[in-house]
Structures are given as C-alpha cells and as structure tokens.
C-alpha cells in the first residue's frame, strides 16, 4: 500500500508549515525592535505592489498577493517539519 494510506496525513503536515510560518512572522515582528534579536525579522518581501481591480460594472474583483518570508518564518517551518516526523 502506499505510505499515503497507512502514513501521517499529508495535510496535516501543510497546517503545521502554515502554523509555523505564522507564528515565526509573529516571532520576527516583535523581535523586530530587540537590538539582539532584530535579525530574524530580517527578509524579503515579494508579490503585486498594487492589487489588480477587474471592474465588470456590476461586480468589482480585487486581486492581491503579497508575502514576506523573514529569518524566523524559515526556523518556524523547519520546527513544524521536525514536530511533524516526531509525532
């Protein structure tokens, strides 16, 4: 059988990288004013600038995509892989 039917849920493994991004960005940005600790808030951000507006007259639809991926996001994602292999 595949180790998908009898293995961890490949999903749960997504919600904890997504929970451990968070958290990491939450970590970074309170670390940001720590003289010590400022590096982890330390990254790059990318995406649209503005959000795209598609104007159908009677619908309007606002695009928009922007992430930051800092020093603390990263050491979060890699703690929730090693919580996710110990559970």
Known sequence: M???ALGKNNWA???MILAGIMLGGF???IAAGVP???WLNYGQSFGFAN???LDLGILVITFGL???I???SI???????IIYRLI
């Open 36 to 38: 010590g600790l400022s």
């Open 51 to 53: 959000p795209i507006v």
């Open 2 to 4: 595949s180790r998908g």
């Open 27 to 29: 970590i970074g940005s």
């Open 13 to 15: 493994l997504f919600l």
């Open 70 to 72: 800092t020093i603390a």
């Open 66 to 68: 922007s992430i930051k």
């Open 75 to 81: 050491i979060g994602i890699l703690i929730a892989i």
